[in-house]
């Protein structure tokens, strides 16, 4: 699943649940926007591999820490983070790699 940044409308609470809740706990993951506005969770490409074209990416997380799977999208503060991480970051990222949300 991802979420196109370019409409304002995409970018909801409900979608970014739904994105958290459709990635696998079980590998590493990684929230990735591109620099066409697309952000999706990555769990082939993580950390500093295969970074061309992404406008920012946040950190990764690991395999089992909680972070992705229906547990994760049914904590509202943890959605609530990412969300406002992709508002805040959208289309001016004050850097490339978020650690901080």
Known sequence: MSIDLNNPDSLTLDA???????????????????????????????????????????????????????VAASDAVWVTQIYNALRDNWANPTTDYVDVY
């Open 16 to 70: 970014v649940r739904q994105m958290i809740a459709a990635a696998q706990d079980g590998v590493h993951n990684q929230l990735r926007v591109s620099r066409d506005g697309r952000a999706w969770i990555s769990s082939d490409a993580v950390g500093g591999v295969d970074i061309g074209g992404l406008l920012f990416r946040l950190e990764t997380w690991a395999a089992g820490s909680g972070c992705v799977g229906p």
